[in-house]
């Protein structure tokens, strides 16, 4: 709390409490001018004061609530500063009166990295056109078929989110994910298809119906279906729900 906030909290605090400012000082152990200058806002008291006078006051300035409050004051104090000397660090760059070459140099050097940023900007947000998405997802599905395929789980648990859930399965931490995939990989079958039939995409959000098949070593082949949630996360889109059912088994092999 800055002045003249703190001086009138302890004005009030004290006329609440019925003291006069010599009453005040004498509970303090301060002196009656002390109490004075700082309630009108005349000096800035150390912490230490600060803390016997709001004591004195039964006012519980250093509880959870009252550091918070103090350090986003503080916080908002130095931005301020700061905010005013950037300011005024501006107002001379264009004034060009004095070291003109210099001050034009800076200009245009901050002027260059600020059409940079905003290209990098415009790229990345091209670059998250559906279209695009579709094909990423695509891509990273690809790489699941690959993956498993050849037992690597650590690489398949990177495609999910943290708080991912296999489902019905109800594996949603990855060390489960990662023991449901060894039982799964243990079985000997291979992913043979893994196709994107629906993509349905809403900012940082994409649902995805599709269909795979699995091929035994020896026996039948496997048809069925999988919906998966997509969250833009970390700057990657990564699955954090995945639900899929068997359609069809099939005796012979589809050509």
Same mark, same amino acid.
């Given at each position: 709390?800055? #002045?003249?906030?703190?001086?009138?909290?302890?004005?009030?605090?004290?006329?609440?409490?019925?003291?006069? #400012? =010599?009453?005040?000082?004498?509970? &303090?152990?301060? &002196?009656?001018?002390?109490? #004075?200058?700082?309630?009108?806002?005349? %000096?800035?008291?150390?912490? *230490?004061?600060?803390?016997?006078?709001?004591?004195?006051?039964? *006012?519980?300035?250093?509880?959870?609530? =009252?550091?918070?409050?103090?350090?986003?004051?503080?916080?908002?104090?130095?931005?301020?500063?700061?905010?005013?000397?950037?300011?005024?660090? %501006?107002?001379?760059?264009?004034?060009?009166? +004095?070291?003109?070459?210099?001050?034009?140099?800076?200009?245009?050097? %901050?002027?260059?990295?600020?059409?940079? =940023?905003?290209?990098?900007?415009?790229?990345?947000?091209?670059?998250?056109?559906?279209? #695009?998405?579709?094909?990423?997802?695509?891509?990273?599905?690809?790489?699941?078929?690959?993956?498993?395929?050849?037992?690597?789980?650590?690489?398949? @648990?990177?495609? *999910?989110? *943290?708080?991912?859930?296999?489902?019905?399965?109800? &594996?949603?931490?990855?060390?489960?994910?990662?023991?449901?995939?060894?039982?799964?990989?243990?079985?000997?079958?291979?992913?043979?298809?893994?196709?994107?039939?629906?993509?349905?995409? @809403?900012?940082?959000?994409?649902?995805?119906?599709?269909?795979?098949?699995?091929?035994?070593?020896? =026996?039948?082949?496997?048809?069925?279906?999988?919906? +998966?949630?997509?969250?833009?996360?970390?700057?990657?889109?990564?699955? %954090?729900?995945?639900?899929?059912?068997?359609?069809?088994?099939?005796?012979?092999?589809?050509?």
């Amino acid at each position: 709390m800055k #002045q003249p906030d703190l001086g009138k909290k302890i004005s009030e605090l004290r006329l609440a409490k019925g003291l006069t #400012q =010599g009453e005040l000082a004498e509970k &303090c152990n301060l &002196c009656l001018r002390t109490i #004075q200058r700082i309630e009108s806002a005349e %000096v800035t008291p150390r912490s *230490y004061t600060i803390k016997l006078i709001f004591e004195s006051l039964d *006012y519980k300035i250093f509880n959870s609530f =009252g550091k918070l409050s103090y350090r986003l004051d503080r916080m908002a104090y130095r931005f301020k500063t700061w905010l005013e000397q950037f300011y005024k660090y %501006v107002l001379d760059l264009f004034n060009l009166k +004095t070291d003109a070459m210099r001050k034009i140099t800076t200009l245009t050097t %901050v002027f260059t990295l600020l059409v940079i =940023g905003l290209f990098i900007l415009s790229a990345e947000s091209n670059a998250q056109t559906p279209e #695009q998405i579709k094909q990423t997802i695509e891509k990273i599905n690809n790489d699941f078929l690959v993956f498993f395929n050849k037992g690597e789980i650590e690489s398949m @648990s990177d495609i *999910y989110r *943290y708080d991912a859930c296999l489902l019905p399965e109800n &594996c949603c931490d990855k060390t489960s994910r990662q023991q449901h995939w060894k039982k799964e990989i243990a079985k000997g079958y291979k992913i043979t298809k893994l196709a994107t039939l629906s993509l349905s995409i @809403s900012d940082t959000i994409a649902v995805e119906k599709g269909k795979w098949k699995i091929v035994w070593p020896s =026996g039948p082949e496997m048809n069925g279906m999988y919906l +998966t949630e997509w969250r833009f996360s970390d700057n990657a889109w990564r699955k %954090v729900n995945d639900i899929s059912g068997i359609t069809a088994i099939n005796k012979g092999t589809e050509k």
